[in-house]
């Protein structure tokens, strides 16, 4: 009875952000590609070259979330909260409920958000540390 429900917020929620965090790294990436390989010729390791880059996209993508977290109670009252109220839920065990689910949506988006990264990482250089920008041309996406 729970688990469907919260699984499909937290996962609904984290493949919003690791779609966005993969956007903002791919984007950056076409645009500053050069950057990157500059940096990896005069010596740097890859996560030295691409770890901006990374930290971007992760920052781009738990923006939402974090938003939506600093308005919660004062600006918008969740679905969830105001339906338990209304169907005479103490309010504060229903501020409760609503705060345990907000924070399991922001770990659920952040571990998604910097393992998706991680794994982008991983896939866009070798064994040998050479950045591989073929790498970043997605199926059925024009370059």
Do not use: C, W
């Amino acid at each position: 009875q729970y688990l469907i429900p919260l699984g499909g917020m937290m996962l609904g929620n984290a493949m919003t952000a690791a779609t966005l965090a993969v956007e903002r790294l791919v984007t950056d990436l076409k645009r500053s590609g050069s950057d990157v390989e500059v940096m990896l010729a005069l010596g740097a390791s890859p996560a030295q070259a691409l770890g901006p880059l990374m930290r971007s996209a992760v920052h781009t993508a738990m923006m939402p979330t974090i938003n939506t977290m600093m308005i919660v109670g004062i600006v918008s009252l969740p679905g969830m909260m105001t339906g338990q109220i209304l169907s005479g839920t103490a309010p504060m065990q229903a501020v409760k409920y609503q705060i345990v689910i907000m924070f399991l949506i922001a770990s659920s988006t952040a571990l998604g958000t910097v393992g998706v990264v991680l794994l982008s990482f991983s896939r866009l250089f070798n064994a040998e540390h050479q950045f591989l920008p073929q790498r970043l041309k997605l199926p059925g996406n024009p370059p």
